[in-house]
């Protein structure tokens, strides 16, 4: 990555700008052409795991983790609406 950065090659093309582009966690059409957003518009929720850590895990972790936070989140739905009957 540094003979990029330090512009001892020519040679970024396509696969290196993609290489690049998940190396710095950007979009690679943004880092070609400088058009659209570097990062989606979206903010990441979990600001301690970078999306480039998310993408390395194991497609089956991945899916179990989001089944934990769907469960929590669905845990959390129930409590709220039990807090509000009981306001009521």
């Known amino acids: 990555m540094t003979y990029l950065l330090d512009g001892a090659t020519k040679a ?9 582009a998940r ?3 950007v979009d ?6 400088g ?3 570097p990062r989606p518009l979206t903010p990441w929720p ?5 999306p480039g850590q998310w993408a390395q895990l194991d497609a089956d ?3 179990q983790i989001e089944n934990n936070v769907a469960g929590e989140w669905m845990r959390l739905q129930q ?3 039990s807090s509000w ?3 009521a």
């Open 46 to 50: 979990f600001p301690m795991i970078l």
């Open 23 to 25: 190396f710095l966690d």
């Open 61 to 63: 972790f991945r899916r």
């Open 35 to 37: 058009e659209g957003q």
């Open 85 to 87: 009957k009981q306001a």
């Open 28 to 33: 690679a059409f943004w880092l070609a052409t």
């Open 79 to 81: 409590q709220s609406a």
């Open 12 to 20: 970024f093309n396509a696969a290196n700008n993609c290489k690049a």
